[in-house]
């Protein structure tokens, strides 16, 4: 399989521009980055400023909502996939108690497109979640006994105070996540394993498939390159962004 | 009083509000478990059960009786803790270094360590595949291990990198001008204040080498080195049709690891994720 091999320049590098499939892998991983991360963060924001105040309980509440992020991956996959069923999961029957059709979540391609985000999205918002409390524990309490007293609202404060205090946090949060985001691939494979057609077929998915399904290794490495590629690149953005401010 | 009934709505909306968050997070487990314990044909019926009508244990004892889940069970069990001992020794190590002996070019040298992370693990998968086949390590726990440092140590380093500059380092001159050696005042007062960063590190690496699929779905083929993340995918991938009850099963003895560090070692996860992240 590898036994004899030969020096093909950069044809495989080439190739894989002029490569439709590739192509829009490519873009289909970007547009679901493009999605994914900000919703993500901005769940974890929300969650993060539910769960912040201290209340009776707020330990176990807490403990509640960070158990999506210990899971194991192949099993919220597949776990996913029973809630995304069609005849019997609990996602259609919440449609139909509230007299939606049911829909065929997993074998319609938007839909799986949405199906994999959601599930994205129950994995990770935890993780921004437990990132931005961190950060508002540091956030000075004098800071908003002063706004308090000049008569700022919660809104004025969360604005003026809150997202400036946690710009660094949000943005390692949005740098991590965006890398995080580029690898997805446990959840792709367990939930829609790239399909209806090439709905999900993430880069890193596709990798996979052209590896070690058709076992073309030498493309396979060329389009890790470029993924990486990328990566570097938006890593590089978000640092010096960073290190701006 | 007025201002008493608005403490007492806002709380009231807050319990609200944590009362949605934690059913989103949790429905889905428990629909996962629950389905583990449901009379065969009952995850098809419609409307759904949250809680099994007939709860049956024909799955819980069949993973064991017959697809030999102890197999899978032992190997993650070996491969997570050992892995995770293993890449908080090397980041211990490695972070001192950094840190405290100031290398030249050290802070080149972290960021090329975060860069290791961020490589994805699909196009790592490749080459590390050829490496182990050739010294025939494939289906063997110790490539596991081995492979699982290349997202380890990275993190682990981080992580305890985090950790070591808060300490001041003050606390080593002084034991050093006492007439302690480096390494005795490493293993002396360095040490025992890092614990809870290595404690934090170990945490963290032993959750991330439990869950991993990718490199032991391609460096595993057998009982001998399969891991319980292979586990659940074999049960999804079988011949017939989806053993979903095998599944819920498989998945619960598969989480429970994850309820154990969230209930007794919750402190330390935050904090080395965090820890990670922000230094």
Not at chain 1, 207 to 232: M, P
Request: glycine content about 8%.
């Amino acid at each position: 399989m590898y036994g004899r091999s030969q020096f093909v320049g950069l044809s495989n590098f080439i190739g894989l521009l002029f490569d439709d499939r590739f192509i829009t892998s490519m873009g289909l991983t970007c547009l679901f980055v493009a999605v994914a991360v900000p919703a993500e963060f901005l769940l974890g924001l929300g969650f993060a400023l539910t769960l912040h105040k201290e209340i009776p309980g707020g330990r176990t509440i807490r403990s509640m909502v960070l158990l999506p992020y210990v899971a194991v991956p192949v099993v919220i996959g597949l776990t996913w996939r029973i809630l995304f069923n069609y005849q019997a999961g609990l996602v259609n029957y919440l449609l139909y108690l509230i007299g939606l059709p049911k829909l065929l979540w997993l074998s319609t391609p938007h839909l799986a497109f949405l199906s994999v985000l959601i599930a994205d999205l129950w994995r990770w918002s935890p993780f921004a979640t437990l990132m931005i409390l961190a950060g508002l524990r540091a956030i000075p309490v004098d800071l908003f006994e002063a706004a308090e007293v000049d008569g700022a609202t919660s809104v004025q404060k969360l604005i003026w105070i809150t997202l400036p205090m946690l710009k660094p946090i949000i943005l390692v949060v949005l740098l991590l996540r965006t890398i995080g985001v580029f690898k997805i691939f446990d959840l792709v494979y367990m939930l829609t394993e790239g399909g209806p057609g090439n709905a999900t077929d993430f880069i890193s998915f596709y990798i996979f498939k052209v590896g070690f399904r058709i076992w073309n290794l030498g493309e396979a490495a060329a389009a890790s390159y470029y993924l990486l590629l990328i990566i570097l690149g938006i890593t590089f953005i978000l640092m010096r962004q960073f290190r701006t401010t | 009083m007025p201002g008493r009934t608005k403490v007492k709505m806002r709380l009231l909306v807050r319990y609200v509000l944590c009362g949605i968050l934690v059913t989103w997070s949790i429905i889905p487990m428990i629909w996962l478990v629950s389905t583990g314990f449901k009379s065969p044909g009952e995850y098809q019926a419609f409307p759904p059960t949250l809680w099994p009508t007939k709860p049956t244990l024909k799955y819980m004892v069949s993973i064991w009786s017959v697809y030999s889940a102890e197999m899978y069970l032992r190997n993650s069990l070996i491969v997570a803790p050992v892995a995770a001992l293993l890449a908080t020794i090397i980041g211990c190590v490695s972070a001192y270094s950094i840190v405290r002996l100031k290398p030249k070019g050290g802070k080149v040298l972290s960021v090329f360590i975060l860069v290791l992370w961020m490589l994805p693990p699909v196009s790592i998968i490749i080459p590390l595949y050829l490496i182990f086949s050739t010294v025939k390590l494939v289906d063997n726990v110790l490539a596991l291990i081995l492979a699982y440092q290349v997202f380890a140590v990275p993190f682990s380093v981080w992580i305890i990198r985090g950790f070591l500059q808060e300490l001041p380092e003050e606390f080593e001159d002084a034991a050093r001008i006492d007439g302690c050696s480096r390494l005795g005042a490493f293993s002396r007062v360095t040490l025992p204040l890092l614990a809870p960063g290595l404690v934090a590190s170990a945490t963290v690496v032993f959750l991330l080498c439990w869950v991993e699929f990718l490199f032991a779905l391609i460096l595993t083929h057998s009982l001998k080195s399969q891991t319980m993340p292979i586990l659940s995918y074999t049960a999804s991938m079988a011949e017939a049709e989806v053993l979903w009850g095998e599944i819920g099963s498989i998945g619960l003895v598969s989480m429970i690891p994850s309820f154990l560090l969230i209930l007794f070692l919750q402190k330390y996860l935050v904090r080395g994720l965090t820890m990670g992240g922000i230094k």
